[in-house]
């Protein structure tokens, strides 16, 4: 039987208080009961003037409203002043009635150029939630896993220019070069000559964008993009962030988010591919921490020997090709590669020539860094039992939280320009997804604190009586 809707109620008036109009179960209502917001006043309390000018919008409601747009995903502060003018949570959250005026779209990004412009509020604001999570014992920082994703920036590739740069110097470039010194000496070698390098290069810079960095992914994928450099615990929670420029090397990078997780007490670092170098290797493993590294296939012309089949001997210094036949040391180099040759007149009468070396003058040259015992600890350490296991859970960690950020967060490409906005985009992002974790977690073990109570249904009914009564008195007079 159809029925129809004769009785609009669009212009019904009733009691109510807005409480009401919540689902209990919202997940507004689960962060409000799970986290003091009132940390904020502490934060910002210094970029506020204690008695001159005029009443400034209430900075925990500034934050909150930002909050709201992480944590649902949307597009622009434009469209989140929308959603909130109309959607009766949002209001909820930020403690505004049902007629009162949302703040105007502009008003954060005023405040930010005005006040939060190059501090580490954001940054604060995402540590002040982790420790709240390390406090309910959430978090077990002693199997960190790192990665970094890409996020499209406000830049066309097409609208760039070339420009000089200085090269960044790498973090272990003092060590290496003290190790290549004292390596060429244990051989007999003189030091290498300095060298001037050159100390700039020419990069592709947006002019829309200048901070963000013009990055490569296979043959079609080219954009410029900024970096987020992310660590996370085994169960999901975030641990610290970094954002650079998408030309940036995950190797080159890395020191940053490693120093973060070090005060975490990390003792198990678990990492791609992009991060097996000798130099990263080192250093975790001299600071005493596990690294797991992947195997990384080795990239040798088809139809050649691979370098495994070159046998390295340890006590001679040496190494031993498929034939049997001894390559000598050789020389240093300026990258820290030992060379090790082989003797052109035994290798010009080898049967194996073919598939060893196409040099014009028959000599075969393998190289081994010289932090090259490193890389082989980081590939026992990658075959003990159980390790595997550890690296397999990658993709239920650190590789659900990009994709549940860029999914469902907005974190797939950003309206920010800047370095500095892209910091705040991603710490925020990041706040609201431990945020919304911690809320969950807290609910499901009964943990969360109660809200201001709100009326009973018998204050309601008198206090609608009492309306009524001044209503009909009104219209008495009248």
Known sequence: MMSKNNNIKRNQIQFLA????????????????????????????????????????????LIKIVLIQYLYGIRSMRQTIKEIEVNVAYRWFLGLDLTQKVPHFSTFGKNYTRRFKDTDLFEQIFIKILEECFKCDYVDPTITYIDA????????????????????????????????????????????????????????????????????????????????????????????????AGN?????????????????????????????????????????ITPILPYKRPMTKKGFFYKKEYVYDEYYDCYICPNNQVLKYSTTNRNGYREYRSDKYVCKKCPYLDQCTKSKNHTKIVTRHIW???????????????????????????????????????????????????????????????????????????LLGPLTPVFSQLSLLFNFKAISTKLSTLSLVA
């Open 248 to 288: 940036k090397h995950d190797s080159i990078t890395f020191p940053d988010i490693y120093e973060k997780v070090k005060e975490l007490g990390a003792q198990t670092i678990v990492m791609d591919a992009g991060y097996k170098t000798p130099a990263i290797a080192r250093r975790v493993i001299k600071d005493g």
């Open 372 to 446: 090259q015992k490193y890389i082989e600890k980081c590939e026992d350490i990658r075959h003990t039992i159980g390790n595997k296991e550890i690296y397999k859970k990658r993709k239920e960690t650190i590789e659900r939280i990009f994709g549940n950020a860029k999914e469902n967060h907005g974190m797939r490409y950003t309206q920010k320009i800047g370095n500095a906005r892209m910091k705040m985009k991603v710490g925020l992002t990041f706040a609201c997804m431990n945020l919304k974790k911690l809320a969950k977690m807290k609910k499901k073990q009964g």
């Open 18 to 61: 807005i409480d009401d109009l919540v689902p209990e179960d919202h997940l507004l209502r689960d962060i409000e009961r799970a986290i003091d917001f009132d940390f904020i006043y502490d934060l910002v309390e210094d970029k506020y003037s204690s008695n001159l000018g005029r009443p400034s919008i209430d900075p925990v409601m």
């Open 149 to 244: 994703t890409h996020v499209k920036a406000c830049a066309n590739k097409n609208k760039a220019i070339k420009k000089v740069v200085k090269k960044e110097s790498r973090f272990y470039e003092k060590d290496l070069k003290e190790e290549i010194k004292n390596d060429r000496k244990k051989h007999g070698k003189k030091p290498l000559k300095d060298k001037k390098e050159p100390d700039d290069k020419k990069i592709n810079v947006s002019t829309s964008d200048p901070e963000s960095g013009l990055f490569h992914k296979g043959e079609h994928k080219r954009v410029f993009a900024y970096t987020s450099q992310t660590a996370c615990d085994k169960n999901g929670w975030i641990l610290g962030y970094t954002v650079h």
